[in-house]
C-alpha cells in the first residue's frame, strides 16, 4: 500500500471518529488520533492492499447520483405510504431476477444496496451478474426505475 493511502486511511478514520463522538477535549482527540493510528498500523501490517479503498474516479460523479437516489428514495416512499394507507391494501409480492450491467464488484454492490434502500424492494442474493429483487408489487418491479439506475452506475463505473 502506498504511503498516500495510509495517511487518508488515518485522516478519514481521525474524521469518522471526531463526527462519530462529537468530543473537543485534549484527552478524549488524543485517543481518537491514537485509535486511528494503531488502527492504520494494523492495515499497514496486514500489507493489504484494497483497491477499492479510495475510489477517487467517483468522487465527482457520485454526488449526482446520491441526489438522484434520494428523489428515488422518496418517491417509492410516497407510492409504499399510498400502498399502506389504501384499505385494500393492494400487494402482490414478486421475485424477479434482473441482470446487472456493471464491470466490478464494488459497483454491482452498490447497485444492490440502490435497490435495497429504494423503499418497496429489496435485493435478496446475487449470483454472478443477476440480482433477486423481492418486491411489493409488479410496478415496483417494471424495470424502468431498475434499468435507469443501472444506467447511471454504469456511468459512475467509467473513468472518463
Excluded at 21 to 46: K, Q, W
Excluded at 78 to 88: E, N, T
Amino acid at each position: 500500500m502506498r504511503p498516500t493511502r495510509y495517511i487518508l486511511l488515518f485522516l478519514g478514520l481521525a474524521t469518522l471518529w471526531l463526527l462519530l463522538s462529537g468530543h473537543s477535549e485534549p484527552l478524549l482527540l488524543a485517543f481518537g488520533a491514537l485509535s486511528s493510528a494503531l488502527v492504520t498500523l494494523v492495515v499497514a501490517r496486514m500489507d493489504r492492499e484494497d483497491r477499492y479503498a479510495f475510489p477517487l474516479h467517483l468522487s465527482w460523479r457520485f454526488p449526482g447520483y446520491i441526489l438522484w437516489l434520494l428523489r428515488e428514495i422518496f418517491r417509492a416512499n410516497v407510492r409504499v405510504a399510498r400502498i399502506i394507507l389504501d384499505p385494500s391494501l393492494p400487494i402482490s409480492p414478486i421475485m424477479v431476477p434482473f441482470r446487472s450491467n456493471q464491470e466490478s464488484d464494488l459497483f454491482r454492490v452498490i447497485y444492490a444496496n440502490s435497490i435495497t434502500l429504494t423503499p418497496g424492494t429489496m435485493t435478496t442474493g446475487t449470483h454472478g451478474r443477476v440480482l433477486r429483487i423481492h418486491a411489493l408489487t409488479w410496478q415496483d418491479v417494471d424495470g424502468r426505475e431498475e434499468d435507469e439506475m443501472d444506467r447511471r452506475i454504469c456511468a459512475l463505473e467509467r473513468r472518463n
